[in-house]
């Protein structure tokens, strides 16, 4: 099953890679992961998406959380939660039909076109996982796909529950 | 005002560091340097780094103090790394100062350069690599703290050349305490999770207390015995518990595991309650964990929350220092005056299983056994002295046939299984308590992995006693190839030994050949009775022996072959 876990980190150098150390000696699985420093900067947020069951899961939240440089860590997929993944996509435009088509569809999905070339499109995207691969899936259909880059799932709890030091 | 070499070893000493076990190369030559204009912190130059790890982690196992190295950058920091992992799968509190090349010329793959921290990261508590001269005290503090606080552990300290440079001033400043945001072990149970385990101990019919080596991390051996000795409880001991409760203790059940005693496997297999204390349910204790104790409500007191339910679930997980958890179940347990009686059943049934006397083996007029020279170093030694192990059949024999009595008594790599381990670790035992006995027992195949630390014990008069159980071959390989491969002995057969009393006497130490049991007795006499000098007792064992008892692969606990012909 799907997991996203959030860790709050020391912003240090070599904490990420004690984090990634971890999912690799022990062989657990990384999806994806997403990391930036938070409002305060000497703390770095983390998302992970992994699966595993739940023995796994628990095991990989331990072992995270025992890391000298780890605060807190929380599996998000534990309650109701907000998962936004951003993906930046550049599409072929070779004729007029092509570029309409791929309007409607950016305009349906609510995505962006941000950058437009002779040749193609670049467009950003928001949502969820599956929202971001429905919408690659249209393009791919719709015309060719150049290339497209993805940040990895971030996430929050809805409501009262934070993650804070 | 100071320079960053200075720092390091006045951090050492702010530390309450009294022996570092190093050896010195170009990218450590100013911390040596500042190591030469004192005397308070003390230096054992070893023969090779790995050496140096284990001395300090003897010296840990021994003392419960943490352990010093000092080393220099590239091959002397890689050479640690087989101690650094000793370390961390046994829990030891280590820190090792490794030098690393000038901060400029990081990342240009600079002479003796390696990315120590980098190489370390999978096998420390933690690491540091150190970036303004400012912060190398802070640096140092927070090593110390963190190596043996919480689940204690290795932690490395990376000192780029430039930052210990004698020639530049800088202002020191030791912290008085450290305090960390990200790093708070829980060290007291939670009271709820006590309460359970009150009322699963007073009820229980069979209880069985499984004590491992977090049990003597934590100087908690008192109250184990405090707390079995309430509830009438038979007590078993891990590989790395042995000590923690008294060997010879009448309520003890020796060690259990893959070569455990068979009443401590059989107590664990009939037990309906388990008290875990610091302990792991490692494989080689549980055996198929599918088929692990079916009857036992699993109470497991550990300080890592990760070590809880990794393996076989807990049904009372008790997060806590197991000092501090034995002390809250020591308040709140209360028995009737009739414990003893409560529990005479189970004990008859122990008793039954004693009397099989599993340790018992056929001794014979011409060969020597190992089980035999152990029971005589315990004889010689009145059971007192510090016993450092290497690995393999003669660790096994040493664990079953030594009754250790205290902890800190017994040492040796439990986790990891360093072949090598046990001179360099009786040295550091011997550097920490320069009166004591302190004894290896090794075999021909582990002695020979770090052999030329010889020479260290002549340079600082350590007088070791090496005891080796020389089968000719490699001992515990040759006898899973017995008992797996139909006898073909893949590789595990030396040639050409040495002359192991000629290589003691080259060293400048006294050697002993052994090859006849009339001659053990006074052979150990001999060995013991020279105070002062190292003695290398080279004795010549039955290389047929195998030890037993035996888990049988994919058991239970109490699936066992007590001997060659007999199983459970």
């Known amino acids: 099953m799907k997991r996203i876990i ?3 980190m020391e912003n240090a150098p070599g904490a990420l890679s004690r984090i990634i150390g971890v999912f690799s000696q022990r062989g657990y699985n990384v999806d994806s992961l997403c990391v930036a420093p938070t409002s305060d900067p000497s703390l770095s947020r983390l998302t992970i998406i992994t699966h595993g069951d739940n023995k796994v899961i628990e095991q990989i939240t331990k072992q995270v959380n025992k890391l000298i440089d780890v605060l807190k860590i929380a599996d998000l997929t534990e309650g109701a939660h907000i998962e936004r993944e951003l993906m930046l ?66 996430g929050l709890g809805r409501g009262e529950r934070s993650l804070r030091p | 005002m100071m320079s960053g070499a200075a720092m390091v070893v006045e951090a050492l000493k702010d530390a309450g560091v009294s022996h570092v076990f190093g050896y010195p190369g170009g990218a450590v030559l100013d911390i040596y340097d500042a190591l030469f204009a004192q005397d308070a912190v003390k230096h054992i130059l070893v023969r090779h780094e790995q050496a140096a790890a284990h001395m300090a982690d003897g010296y840990a196992r021994s003392t419960g103090k943490t352990g010093t190295v000092l080393v220099t950058s590239g091959p002397g920091a890689t050479n640690t790394i087989t101690g650094i992992a000793t370390a961390y ?134 109250k184990v015995v405090a707390l079995a000795e309430r509830l009438c409880a038979p007590v078993t001991c891990t590989l790395m518990g042995l000590g923690a409760f008294p060997g010879p203790h009448a309520q003890s059940l020796g060690m259990l595991g893959m070569h455990g005693t068979l009443e401590a496997n059989k107590a664990m297999h009939n037990a309906d309650c388990i008290l875990a204390l610091g302990a792991r349910f490692d494989d080689r204790v549980t055996n198929n964990v599918a088929k692990f104790c079916p009857h036992a409500t699993i109470i497991h007191v550990d300080i890592d929350p990760a070590s809880i339910s990794k393996t076989v679930n807990a049904h009372i997980p008790v997060v806590g220092s197991v000092d501090n958890v034995l002390e809250q179940l020591l308040e709140e347990v209360s028995l009737p005056a009739a414990q003893s009686e409560k529990l ?177 007795e006074g052979a150990m006499e001999q060995c013991f009775s020279l105070k002062g000098r190292l003695v290398f007792v080279d004795v010549k064992i039955d290389q047929n022996e195998h030890v037993y008892p035996m888990q049988i692969k994919s058991g239970a606990m109490d699936d066992m072959r007590l001997s060659k012909m007999e199983r459970t």
């Open chain 2, 89 to 222: 799968m046994d829990s030891i509190p280590m820190v090792v100062l490794s030098g690393q090349v000038p901060s400029m010329h990081i990342g240009e793959d600079a002479f003796q350069e390696t990315d120590m921290v980098g190489c370390s990261r999978p096998i420390v508590k933690h690491s540091f690599l150190v970036k303004r001269t400012v912060d190398i005290p802070h640096a140092i503090a927070k090593a110390y703290y963190i190596a043996n606080t919480g689940r204690p552990g290795p932690v490395v300290v990376d000192l780029p050349k430039d930052l210990v440079n004698i020639q530049e001033q800088h202002p020191y400043s030791y912290p008085q305490s450290i305090s960390m945001r990200s790093y708070n072990p829980t060290l007291k149970g939670h009271k709820k999770q006590i309460k359970k385990a009150v009322q699963v101990l007073e009820h229980a019919q069979r209880p069985v207390l499984y004590v491992g080596g977090g049990a003597i991390a934590a100087n908690a051996a008192d």
């Open chain 1, 89 to 154: 996509i550049k599409v072929a435009t070779r004729t007029e039909a092509i570029r309409s088509e791929i309007k409607r569809n950016v305009d349906i999905f609510r995505a962006r076109i941000v950058d437009v070339n002779a040749h193609n499109y670049t467009i950003e995207i928001t949502g969820t996982t599956d929202k971001l691969d429905a919408f690659a899936t249209t393009m791919s259909q719709a015309s060719e796909i150049i290339e497209s880059s993805r940040t990895g799932v971030c």
């Open chain 1, 6 to 8: 959030s860790v709050l």
């Open chain 2, 344 to 520: 005479a059943d189970w004990w008859q049934q122990i008793e039954q299983w004693r009397e099989r006397d599993c340790l018992q083996y056929q001794s014979d007029s011409d060969q020597i056994k190992p089980q035999q020279v152990v029971q005589s170093v315990y004889r010689h030694t009145q059971g007192q002295a510090f016993v450092s192990s290497d690995v393999g059949q003669h660790q096994m024999f040493a664990a079953l046939y030594y009754l250790f009595e205290r902890p800190r008594q017994w040492i040796n790599s439990g986790g990891l299984g360093t072949m090598g381990f046990g001179l360099p670790a009786a040295m550091g035992v011997q550097v920490a308590h320069p009166e004591a006995t302190s004894v290896v027992i090794t075999g021909d195949g582990s002695i020979q992995m770090n052999i030329q630390e010889l020479s260290t014990c002549l340079q600082y008069n350590l007088p070791i006693k090496i005891i080796s159980l020389n089968n000719r071959a490699l001992g515990m390989v040759r006898q899973w190839q017995d008992m797996n491969y139909k006898g073909r002995h893949s590789q595990s057969y030396m040639e050409s030994m040495p002359d192991f009393v000629k290589l003691a006497e080259a060293y400048g130490h006294v050697g002993i050949r052994v090859e006849h049991p009339d001659e053990l």
